[in-house]
C-alpha cells in the first residue's frame, strides 16, 4: 500500500489552524512517516500536483476566486477536512455577513474597484462536500492528530459535540457563572479546548462555535443577569462564529 | 448519631494529627479546601488546608463562598464535585494494545497499583451515594475492577451535617443529617460553643478504631455528645427544599407524556452539568485511541452524560435527539427507573444538580411540577367519569 498523500490548502484565514499542524513537534516526524506531505506551503515551497488522500482546507470563502478554487481543492481529494472557525463557520470576517461590503471597501480602499470580494464570508462547507468539519479558533493540536489519525486507521474522529461544560466539569473546574456570575459561553458552546477559559477565571468566548444541541434561548438572559446589555451579548456571539450562533439565535 | 458508641472528642490539633497519621499509612488524603472562589474537593496536606472560617450560601444555579465569624471548618454545603471524582475518575484507561512487526496483536489489560485514599469530612447524603455506586459499579456480574479496589482501599471519615444548604434536600428523600449504620470508619460531629471548637468522634471499623488510636483526644464527654446531637437534630429541620412527599417512581411513571418536559426543555441547556456533579450518576463512554502507525491503541473510559445528543445515538442516529427526552431521561432514571435497575432511588438529595446548573434547574420544583400536573390530570378526568 502507498502511503496516503496529505495536502493542506488556506483560503480567507490567519494561517494559525495551519500552524497546528507545524507545532505538533513530537508527533511531525512520525507524521512524516505516515503520510507523504504533498502540498504544505506553509512548511515548504515544493509542491506535487494533486489528487490528494487528504486534504486540510483552512479558511472561509470570501471572493469568487476562492469559490472556484474551493470547487478545484474538492475535485482533488478524496477525504476533505475543514479545520477551524473560518472554514467551519465563516470566522470574523463573517462579520461583514452583517454589514454593507461595499461601503466598507469604499471607507478603506483608495481604489474599491479594485476589489473583488463575495458580500459574505462562508464556511466551506457552503461551496462543497466536506467529510469532516474540525472547529475552532484556533483548532487544538489534539483534536487536529485525532482526525489525521482516524484518517489513517480508517475509523471515525473520536471529537464530541456537546457542550464545553462537560470537559469543564471532568477537569475539576469551578463553574465561572455559578461560583462568580461571570457571563460563559461553555453551556452553548462546542467542547474541544479542554475549557481552558473557565479554568482560568474567565467565562468561555465561543471560539469552537455552537455545540451539537445548543439552547442559545436559554443562556441569553443569564448574560443579561450577569450584567451584559444586548450589545455586548451580541458582540460576544459574533467574534469567530458569528453566522453559526446568529442562526441558533434565530432558530 | 445513635447505633456507634461516641468514642472521643479531637480539637483542631487532633484533626491535624489524625491527618498526619493517615498519610503516614501512605493515603491520599482528600477534603474540603478552598479554590477559586469555592470548597472544593483535593488533597490535603495538613489541616491547614482544610475550609476553616469559609462557608457557603447556595441558591438554584448560584453559589458564593463566605466567610464564617465561627470559624467553623464543615459548615458549607457541596461543591462542584463529589467522591466519585476520585472513587470512578473521569477519565481511566482499560486496556492496550501492541501490533508487532510481524503482525502479532498483544493485548495488555490496565492494572496500576490504585491510590489508597483516605475521604475526610463525607457527608452523610454522599455517603449513601456511594453506596449506591457501590451497587452499581462494584456490584453485578461484571464488577468495575478499578473502582472497587480504590473503594474496597479507602477509609471514610464521615461529617455529619450541621448546616444544611438552601438547595439540600436529604431529608425528603429517606435520608438525614445524621451518620448512622455503618459504611464509614469514623464519623465527625463539629461542635462550636463555649466548651471551644472540637469534633465528636464515633468509631465505625477496626481500621477506624486504629487511626484514633493514633492522635491525641479525650474521652467523649455528655456535654459534647448533647451539643453534637442537638445541631445534628436542629439541620434536620432546616433543609432548604424537599421533594414532593409522593410515590416518586409512580409519578415518573404516568408523568412520561406530561406537557412539563416542554417547559423544563425550553430552560435546559442540556450542558451535562447536573449530571457530572451527581454523585450517583455514573455514566461513561468509551474512547478508542490509536497512534498514527497503527500499532498502538488504548481503550479508555471516559465520563458520559444522558445529555450528549451522541450518548444514545444507535444505528442511524440519536434515540433522544430532543432536550425534551433528555430532561426526561435524567430524571426518570433518577427518581424512578434506578429502583428497577438498582433496587434504590437514584437520588439521594445532595442538591448539586440544583447548585450547579447555570440556570438554576431545580430537581425538586420539577416533580412538584409534575405532580401538580398529574393531580390536575386525575380530577379532570374523575369530573369526565362523574359527568358521565
Ligand atoms: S464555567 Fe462555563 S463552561 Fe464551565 S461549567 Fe460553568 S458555564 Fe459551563
Ligand atoms: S438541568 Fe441544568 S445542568 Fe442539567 S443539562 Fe439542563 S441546564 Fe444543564
Ligand atoms: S439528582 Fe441532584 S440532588 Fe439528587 S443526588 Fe444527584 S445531584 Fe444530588
Ligand atoms: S441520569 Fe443520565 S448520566 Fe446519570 S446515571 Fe442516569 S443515564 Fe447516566
Not at chain 1, 169 to 178: F, H, N, P, S
Not at chain 1, 180 to 194: D, E, F, R, Y
Request: charged residues 25%; hydrophobic residues 35%.
Amino acid at each position: 500500500m502507498s502511503v496516503p498523500t496529505l495536502a493542506v490548502f488556506k483560503l480567507a484565514s490567519c494561517d494559525g489552524c495551519q500552524l497546528t499542524l507545524l507545532d505538533c513537534e513530537d508527533e511531525l516526524l512520525t507524521l512524516a512517516g505516515e503520510v507523504r506531505i504533498a502540498h504544505f506551503l506553509e512548511a515548504s515551497s515544493a509542491v506535487t500536483p494533486g489528487p490528494y488522500d487528504l486534504a486540510l482546507v483552512e479558511g472561509s470563502v470570501t471572493t469568487p476566486a476562492d469559490a472556484e478554487r474551493v470547487r478545484e481543492i474538492r475535485a482533488q481529494s478524496r477525504h476533505l477536512v475543514t479545520i477551524g472557525a473560518c472554514a467551519t463557520a465563516g470566522g470574523i470576517q463573517a462579520l461583514r455577513n452583517f454589514a454593507d461590503v461595499e461601503e466598507f471597501t469604499r471607507a478603506v480602499y483608495a481604489r474599491p474597484d479594485y476589489i473583488d470580494v463575495l458580500a459574505t464570508s462562508t464556511p466551506v462547507s457552503d461551496h462543497v462536500d466536506v467529510d469532516f468539519e474540525l472547529r475552532g479558533c484556533p483548532i487544538d493540536r489534539k483534536q487536529l492528530l485525532e482526525v489525521i489519525t482516524a484518517y489513517l486507521a480508517g475509523r471515525k474522529p473520536d471529537i464530541p459535540d456537546h457542550s464545553v461544560c462537560f470537559a469543564c466539569k471532568r477537569r475539576g473546574t469551578v463553574c465561572v457563572t455559578v461560583a462568580h456570575g461571570t457571563p460563559c459561553l461553555g453551556p452553548v458552546t462546542h467542547a474541544g479546548c479542554g475549557a481552558i477559559c473557565p479554568a482560568y477565571g474567565r467565562g468561555c468566548y465561543g471560539c469552537f462555535g455552537p455545540s451539537g444541541s445548543p439552547n442559545l434561548r436559554a443562556l441569553i438572559p443569564l448574560l443579561h443577569r450577569d450584567g451584559m446589555d444586548d450589545r455586548a451579548v451580541e458582540r460576544l456571539l459574533r467574534t469567530f462564529n458569528a453566522p453559526a450562533f446568529d442562526k441558533e439565535v434565530r432558530s | 448519631m445513635t447505633n456507634n458508641p461516641a468514642t472521643g472528642v479531637l480539637d483542631r490539633d487532633g484533626l491535624s494529627a489524625l491527618i498526619e497519621v493517615l498519610a503516614a499509612q501512605g493515603r491520599t488524603v482528600i477534603g474540603p479546601t478552598v479554590r477559586d472562589g469555592a470548597i472544593v474537593l483535593a488533597e490535603i496536606g495538613s489541616a491547614d488546608d482544610l475550609p476553616f472560617g469559609w462557608g457557603s450560601e447556595v441558591e438554584a444555579g448560584r453559589y458564593r463562598l463566605v466567610p464564617r465569624a465561627d470559624g467553623a471548618v464543615f459548615a458549607h454545603t457541596a461543591g462542584p464535585q463529589s467522591w466519585k471524582t476520585f472513587l470512578h475518575p473521569q477519565r481511566e484507561k482499560l486496556w492496550s494494545a501492541e501490533r508487532t512487526p510481524d503482525g502479532a496483536l498483544s493485548v495488555t489489560e490496565d492494572d496500576p497499583e490504585q491510590t489508597s485514599y483516605a475521604f475526610l469530612g463525607v457527608r452523610p447524603c454522599d455517603l449513601r451515594a456511594i453506596t449506591i455506586q457501590d451497587r452499581v459499579l462494584a456490584g453485578g456480574r461484571y464488577p468495575d475492577r478499578g473502582y472497587r479496589e480504590r473503594r474496597t482501599g479507602a477509609f471514610l471519615i464521615a461529617a455529619e451535617c450541621t448546616e444544611p444548604g438552601a438547595t439540600c434536600f436529604c431529608v425528603s428523600m429517606g435520608g438525614g443529617p445524621a451518620v448512622d449504620g455503618s459504611g464509614f470508619d469514623l464519623a465527625l460531629t463539629e461542635v462550636l460553643d463555649q466548651g471551644g471548637h472540637r469534633f465528636l468522634v464515633r468509631v465505625g471499623s477496626e481500621a477506624g478504631r486504629d487511626a484514633l488510636d493514633g492522635v491525641p483526644h479525650a474521652p467523649a464527654d455528655a456535654e459534647t455528645e448533647y451539643a453534637a446531637r442537638a445541631a445534628v437534630d436542629a439541620a434536620r429541620d432546616r433543609m432548604g427544599r424537599a421533594m414532593p412527599p409522593v410515590d416518586l417512581r409512580t409519578l415518573m411513571g404516568e408523568s412520561l407524556e406530561a406537557d412539563r418536559w416542554d417547559d423544563v426543555a425550553a430552560r435546559c441547556l442540556t450542558c451535562g452539568n447536573c449530571t457530572m456533579v451527581c454523585p450517583t450518576c455514573f455514566c461513561t463512554t468509551t474512547e478508542e485511541v490509536t497512534d498514527l502507525t497503527g500499532d498502538h491503541a488504548e481503550r479508555w473510559l471516559r465520563w458520559d452524560s444522558c445529555f450528549d445528543v451522541a450518548f444514545s445515538h444507535l444505528h442511524g442516529g440519536p434515540v433522544r435527539a430532543s432536550a425534551r427526552s433528555r430532561y426526561r431521561q435524567w430524571l426518570t432514571h433518577k427518581l424512578s427507573t434506578w429502583y428497577e435497575q438498582f433496587g434504590s432511588s437514584g437520588c439521594v438529595g445532595c442538591g448539586r444538580c440544583v447548585t450547579w446548573c447555570p440556570v438554576g434547574i431545580d430537581i425538586t420544583e420539577e416533580a412538584a411540577a409534575l405532580h401538580d400536573e398529574r393531580a390536575g390530570r386525575l380530577r379532570h378526568e374523575k369530573q369526565k367519569e362523574t359527568q358521565r
